[in-house]
């Protein structure tokens, strides 16, 4: 590109930081730019065109500066903006809606026309810097701000992203050392035969008992394990602790011999080429049968791994495990992949069980999937289910299996062994002056 590196912006940052120190009214900002989905362009039009398209990258950010601010490239497809002398961060904000609006229109390479974006993070000097890697780590953590909040924008550095910054790496930290010692278990949640109340299959979710925090919220940890690659271990772990647990129910006869265990799979266990083997070693070592084994897979883990998730799952199907699309119509819902793939149940996602009545859109939507799934010969189960007019609702529309808080929220392995009395929900069916009570005729007809 003919840029400064990474060794030259240093040095004109650290004449910027000593410059402030000696002139109070001098400022400047920091621009940290990452070109967004680049590596897509590079994997699809080859090295050679990204080359081309960072050095035309590079043309257009000198034209959006003035002669004597420095652009520079860290490498890959990061760029640093030093923009010295300016009056407020508002000057820093007018180049960066320049930048974006430049970088928006198409590059035209080999006859190519190519269209990307910028994420940007800004950070200014009246921050008090000492440092001039101080200044890129936090232009760096705007910019990452930026890519969570969308893609092609620009954020300001402020405490509250440092803080944050600094509790995710805590947190993976911690994440590391959990598996380590021990404070990861399984709660499990039952899934319950809509015909009878009987519980066909249990559920069995993530939990972290944080020697500090005490029990940890999936929603807080899980995206940080799927970011740094620590999903799979722990993943690993959880079909393995799960595999055990159902072979324990099973010796000490506190569950039906047909009773299912579910574990969650993540995108990049999917990605994984040895997790074929990986289960089928696990559940020979645990004595568990394939047919007493159900994974559950996003759509949107399924459409992002595309020939690789077909393979995989194929794989599966040939070892005798359950399959199962969950949280589905909230991804891709592209029906095809019905047909390509061996799925066998689809999970209804709670936001529209949460909503329904006997007059919503979301009880046809739901009516909807399951005449598909029968179509197809695919079982389906309603998760989310809270109340008895949502249960009730269901259950006329023949639903196969429900979960949900009406029946136990996740408990830990001891209670949930106390939920096997196959009559334990007798008093949620029986009851059939419900249905009389909560159905509407004309939902029915």
């Not at 407020?88 to 006859?111: G, N, Q, T, W, Y």
């Not at 999936?218 to 393995?240: C, R, S, Y």
């Not at 859109?361 to 695919?378: D, F, H, P, V, Y």
Request: aromatic residues 8%; negative net charge; contains cysteine.
């Amino acid at each position: 590109t003919g840029l400064p590196n990474r060794a030259l912006l240093l040095n004109q940052l650290r004449q910027a930081i000593a410059r402030k120190r000696r002139n109070p009214d001098f400022h400047f900002a920091v621009l940290f730019l990452d070109i967004d989905r680049f590596k897509i362009i590079n994997d699809s039009l080859g090295h050679l065109i990204g080359d081309k398209l960072l050095c035309c990258i590079s043309e257009k950010l000198k034209k959006c500066v003035r002669d004597f601010d420095t652009v520079a490239r860290l490498g890959g497809d990061e760029f640093v903006l030093l923009l010295e002398d300016i009056r407020s961060i508002s000057d820093a904000v007018h180049i960066a809606e320049r930048i974006l609006e430049s970088i928006s229109k198409p590059f035209l390479i080999e006859e190519n026309d190519i269209y990307t974006s910028t994420s940007i993070g800004i950070t200014f000097s009246e921050k008090g810097y000492n440092l001039p890697e101080e200044l890129l780590r936090d232009a760096d953590t705007a910019m990452y701000r930026a890519k969570s909040s969308g893609k092609d924008c620009y954020r300001i550095f402020d405490h509250e992203m440092y803080v944050n910054a600094a509790k995710l790496l805590k947190t993976e930290t911690d994440l590391r050392r959990a598996l380590e010692r021990d404070e990861f278990e399984l709660h499990y949640q039952p899934i319950i035969s809509l015909s009878d109340g009987k519980i066909i299959e249990v559920e069995a979710l993530l939990r972290w008992n944080h020697p500090e925090k005490g029990m940890v919220s999936p929603m807080e940890f899980v995206p940080i394990a799927e970011d740094t690659g620590l999903i799979v271990p722990i993943g690993n772990w959880v079909i393995k602790e799960a595999c055990c647990q159902l072979k324990l129910w099973q010796q000490n006869g506190s569950v039906d011999q047909n009773l299912i265990m579910s574990v969650n799979l993540s995108p990049k266990q999917i990605a994984r080429t040895d997790l074929h083997e990986f289960i089928e070693q696990t559940l020979r070592q645990n004595e568990v049968s394939p047919k007493n084994f159900n994974l559950e897979i996003t759509e949107s883990a399924i459409m992002e791994n595309g020939e690789i998730a077909e393979n995989l799952l194929n794989q599966l199907k040939d070892l005798g495990v359950w399959l199962t699309t969950d949280d589905f119509g909230t991804g891709y819902s592209s029906l095809s992949y019905l047909h390509r793939f061996p799925i066998d149940r689809l999970k209804i996602d709670r936001s529209f069980v949460n909503d329904m009545n006997s007059h919503s859109k979301n009880s046809e939507i739901i009516r909807t999937i399951l005449t598909l799934a029968r179509s197809l010969r695919m079982e389906v189960v309603a998760e989310g289910i809270e109340t008895k007019e949502q249960l009730a609702l269901l259950k006329a529309l023949d639903c196969d299996f429900g979960q949900g808080y009406i029946f136990s929220k996740p408990v830990n392995a001891i209670e949930a062994g106390k939920l096997f009395d196959k009559n334990f929900f007798a008093d949620i069916f029986d009851h059939n002056s419900l249905f009389k009570e909560t159905l509407d005729t004309k939902f029915l007809i």
